[in-house]
């Protein structure tokens, strides 16, 4: 069960969009649409931002948007803010049926 | 709304048993709905699932840490907990518990997070 793929890092500035990208296997990411973003900002709780790939939870601003290709899952956010500044978080289903989480990738708003 | 809540010691030995316990509030563990899990979190690293339990106690663990976990829970208590044995330096992390609503589905929500440091 090896984690998800995902980069260090990536940097924006307030009112771009980035995309943190979340590589996996036909085993997991490719094989199911069951793909999960979670926020974390510095000592606190992950929170869920995204669902089965591209549902977004209510109260989660709809600046954030999920989709996949293939093996690669995505989370965008568009007009970013300040706030967006944290560590995000993929999660897939696997074929052991068991989930798996990436790396973590730290966002940094310029 | 529910609410999860991580206790337990903060600082284990070598080659003991890491407990810890969930409590779950402002709703019931014997939901036929939820599975309750464990995920942890190694100081300045990422997210690993532990395991999961369904309210009738069936089980399931990461394979990686199969051999050396147990998740039981509690109805009467709304508890469940975790037991990790044979612990090393390896297994400091903050230890999370949240709900999903399979093994397919996302964590949520997530309780605050306890840190358990593995030292003599």
């Known amino acids: 069960q090896s984690a998800l793929t995902q980069p260090a890092s990536v940097s924006g500035s307030p009112g771009q969009s980035i995309t943190i990208s979340c590589t996996g296997t036909?085993?997991?990411?490719?094989?199911?649409?069951?793909v999960s973003w979670y926020q974390q900002h510095p000592g606190k709780a992950p929170k869920l931002m995204i669902y089965?790939?591209?549902n977004r939870p209510s109260g989660v601003s709809n600046r954030f948007s999920g989709s996949k290709s293939g093996n690669t899952a995505s989370l965008t956010i568009s007009g970013l803010q300040a706030e967006d500044e944290a560590d995000y978080y993929c999660s897939s289903y696997t074929s052991s049926s068991t989930p798996v989480f990436g790396g973590g990738t730290k966002l940094t708003v310029l | 709304q529910l609410q999860l809540q991580e206790s337990g010691p903060g600082l284990v030995k070598p080659s003991e048993t890491l407990s810890l316990t969930c409590t779950v509030s402002s709703g019931s563990i014997s939901s036929t709905a939820y599975y309750w899990g464990w995920i942890r979190q190694p100081p300045g690293k990422g997210l690993e699932w532990i395991g999961s339990?369904?309210?009738?106690?069936?089980?399931y663990y990461n394979p990686s840490l199969k051999s050396r976990i147990t998740i039981s829970v509690d109805t009467s208590k709304n508890q469940f907990s975790l037991k990790l044995t044979s612990v090393t330096a390896a297994d400091t992390a903050v230890y999370y518990c949240?709900?999903?609503?399979?093994?397919?589905?996302?964590?949520?929500?997530w309780g605050q997070g306890a840190l358990v440091t593995v030292s003599s």
């Open positions: 949240a709900r999903h609503s399979s093994l397919r589905s996302p964590l949520d929500p």
């Open positions: 339990i369904y309210y009738s106690g069936n089980t």
């Open positions: 036909s085993s997991d990411v490719g094989g199911y649409n069951y």
């Open positions: 089965d790939v591209s």
